[in-house]
Each structure stands twice: as C-alpha cells, then as structure tokens.
C-alpha cells in the first residue's frame, strides 16, 4: 500500500492543465467538489476544469486527467478504462463511506448494498490511477479496497464567497434561533438532540428553531407543540441555502459515533461560520480537528453537555457573536475555496503530471 497523503496549500508551476469532472450529483458532492473547484480553477488560467454528467472519446481528447466522482456504473467503469486506454490519467474522488451507509438511511442502505453495487465500486478503488477523499479518516475506511493505488486527502473548503451577501445581510433581533441543516442521512443522528432542543424551547420564550433538509415534522410531535417558533423546509438548492439559513444564529451537528459518520467532513462548521454563528457538533474527529470548545464553538459529548453548551449560546449574546467571528476567522484563513482550489491543482498535476 502506497499510504494515504494529505494535499494542502501548494501553488503549481504548470503551465496548463485540462480536467473533465463526471459530477455524482449538482447540489451536495458535486457542487462542493467539483463545481466550486471549476469555478476558482477557470478563473485561474491556464488550467481548466469541465465539470460534466456523461462522458464521451471527445471529452477524453485534450484531458490530463478525467475525476469519476463517487461512480458505481457498469458502463462508466468501461468508459473509465477506455480513458486509461487513450492515455488519460483516471481519479476516483468520494467524501462519504459509501460501503457503511447507515441502515438507518433506508434508500441509500438498499442501494448501497446490493452486491453489483459494492464490487463495482472496489472495482473503481482497485483500477483508477488514484483516489480522492475528503478527510483521512474517509482514506483509512477504504484503504483496504484500493490494493497499491494511492490515496490523496484533498479536504473540502467552503466557496465562502458565495456566502457574503447572506452574511453581510444578517440584522439584529430579539430571539435567538437554532438552526440545523441537513441531508435526510441525519435523521438516525436526531434523537441525540430532540429533547434537548424541546427542553431549552420550553425554557426560553425567544428561541426559535430552524431545520432545512432532514425532518419530516410528523415524526416528531412536540414540533408541532411550539407553532410558528418553529420552521421546517426542505432540502435547498446550493446558491439559494446562505439566504435560507440567514436568521441562524447557532449551528448544530449531532452525530453518532458510527462507521458512515467517522468519514465525513466539517463543511457544516463552515457554512455555519461563513455566516458568523458558531457551531455546536458532536466530537467526532472531523469536528475535534478545527472546532475549538469554547472559543469557535462547542464539542458536547452528552445529552446533559448539549444542553448546557446551547443555554450559554443562547443567554449570551455577545459571547455567541465572537464564538461565530472566531469560526470565521478561521474559515477565512484555512478552508476558503479561494484559496483552497490550489489542492486539486497540486493534485492534478502529481496525478497527471
């Protein structure tokens, strides 16, 4: 095994470089990954970066390297050697644990577990040049299927620009609110949080709560307790979330220690900074490694810490406002996709090159 290495930070020297990338979707991965990184990359000459949903021999001519993201198709493994074939370099790039969906997610388990759906995915991991992860705890979850193709970190960054206009936009205001937003993959990680948040909106009149994406609001009865205090949408397209989660002003990650969870990334702590509110999660590695407890936010490890982490946030004011500028600050400095896109092109070129 080739081991896993950890991109950051380098500026090439390259004179050009042409990436075609096979998004997995247009509003969670593959924006995060592939659009935004396109975005920076292009404005950056001479690299450039085609980010596509199919993939065709003319795609192939003139390309370094070609990204089939999160891929698990009979027919786009063929095509993925069919580009090695024509001399392009292949990566596969995934920022979730696939193989251990939670059975708790009911459509991505059943799909995640059929068996053609698992060996063609290892069959990616063995036969691309490399392969791309978002965090190194996702790298050693699937070390195991890549036999000697290595294995690069390259962490997610958050295109904190297109957040400016929401965070500048933000106003004052008598009540605090919660706020949470998620894939439907949270719902197992919920009842960590419920009662604590049912408790503190019972303690505190000017709370209100704000979840987008997750919750099904029949699921849980004492929502509907609370009226107007509480909001439910669906999930929101990428451009359009900053404006709907504008009035947060503390953000929260609950999760459960589980195989699927280990592998994820902070990029919730970034959204929630992005917008200068601090972030309360649980204290897997992912959050241990740029949340800082008391200072950017909080890391609870029970019920009883949850609660108390969240009534400090939410009878402190001023305290609260500096925990969220202190977030990002550091989402600035370290996890912009302004300055982050300089990984994939390090990458590109070690891969490419």
Known sequence: ML???V?????????SMNIRWILSDKIAPGHVRGEVIARQMNKHKPYNMCCKSELYVSDIVGADCVVFQREFRDGMFKKMLETKELGCKVIYDTDDDVLNMPRGFPEPFKHYMKPEVREMIKKFYRNVDAITVSTKYLGEAIEEFADNVPIYVVENSLDVEMWEEAYKKKEEKETVTIGWMAS??????APLISATLKNLMLKHDNLNLHFIGWISPDEYEWVHQFGNRI????????YELPFHMIDFDI??????DNKFNRSKSAIKAFQYWALG?????SPLNMYKDVIESGVNGYLPECADTWYDCLDELIRGDTYRKKMGSMGRELLLEKYDTRKRYQDWIKLFNMVGG
Request: proline letters at 8%; a positive charge; charged letters at 20%.
């Open 7 to 15: 991109v950051t930070l380098i500026v090439s020297n390259r004179s």
């Open 231 to 238: 909001k439910v949408e669906k999930w929101v397209l990428p």
């Open 184 to 189: 439907g993959s949270h719902k197992i990680d």
């Open 3 to 5: 081991g896993i290495r």
């Open 251 to 256: 953000g929260i990650a609950p999760l459960y």
């Open 277 to 281: 509110i601090p972030c309360v999660a």
